[in-house]
């Protein structure tokens, strides 16, 4: 029930809401069943949404714009486990960020840049110091980040904690990367390809061009004739490439990297 605080760990601090798993794992295979093992032994009154197990593989840059846009409709106190993690056991920094209420447990390799960038009040990351006794090096999603969300998840203080080290966030930041990435970041099963760019930036009579095609804006799939391709602002702020009752990512050939431009016409 929306509001109500789940769990209480040793210390006596009250939990929050929900955990969120934000992922590249797939759906297939055991991954998410030994994450989900570890978040319900560590907490188990609170509950675990899958929001995304697809994310794009081992493409932090992509898991940045597409978590910031997702992560919104989650409500101040929601705990993300958000792993993309391609540089898994190698030397990017493990840690915690909490922005604007929601704390995110990951890998520090951008995954958290848009977030910090657009967060309304200063973020802060703490490093994770603590390691458990047993630690694979290729499953720190299971081993590592998975036991620290549920401990957040009970309401654990960071502050004063010696498993964990407040840090700058200079160290987890990509100040390069676009404010609006004019790419695909995501094919949904429709064949809907999802693009970096916040919708509300474009004005609506500008025109898209992708794959050699320049297309339209529409309100919505019913406003153009079957098989015709459009963008629209998708339910989450996202410019969108679609096609009515097809698949864009099939009719235009689309990847995850495909590169759009906009044109005034």
Do not use: C
């Not at 319900?40 to 898991?63: C, D, F, S």
């Not at 700058?168 to 990435?181: K, S």
Request: glycine fraction near 12%; aromatic fraction near 10%; charged fraction near 25%.
């Amino acid at each position: 029930m929306k509001g109500e605080v789940f769990g209480e760990n040793k210390k006596g601090v009250l939990g929050w809401q929900m955990i969120v798993l934000f992922t590249d794992f797939g759906l297939n295979g055991p991954y998410l069943g030994q994450v989900e093992n570890v978040l319900y032994r560590e907490a188990p009154e609170t509950p675990v949404i899958n929001l995304i197990a697809n994310a794009p593989a081992h493409n932090a840059k992509a898991g940045a714009y597409l978590l910031a846009a997702y992560m919104e409709e989650f409500s101040e106190g929601s705990v993300f486990f958000a792993v993309v993690d391609p540089g898994v056991g190698g030397d990017r920094v493990p840690g915690v960020l909490e922005a604007d209420g929601r704390w995110f447990i990951g890998p520090g390799n951008g995954l958290f840049e848009l977030i910090i960038r657009r967060a309304k009040n200063e973020p802060q990351w703490w490093e994770i110091r603590w390691r458990p006794e047993r630690l694979s090096a290729t499953f720190h999603g299971r081993d590592l980040f998975a036991p620290i969300a549920g401990r957040i998840a009970l309401g654990e203080s960071l502050s004063g904690n010696e498993d964990f080290s407040e840090a700058p966030l200079d160290g987890i930041r990509r100040p390069d990367w676009p404010d609006d990435l004019a790419e695909v970041i995501y094919i949904d099963d429709f064949g809907n390809a999802v693009t970096g760019i916040r919708a509300s930036t474009i004005p609506g009579y500008v025109k898209l061009s992708i794959s050699g095609e320049t297309i339209s804006k529409a309100d919505t799939f019913s406003d153009v004739s079957p098989g015709e391709v459009f963008w629209y602002e998708n339910a989450n702020g996202l410019l969108e490439v679609s096609v009515n009752q097809g698949k864009a990512s099939e009719k235009l050939k689309l990847n995850v990297g495909s590169q759009v431009s906009l044109r005034e016409m």
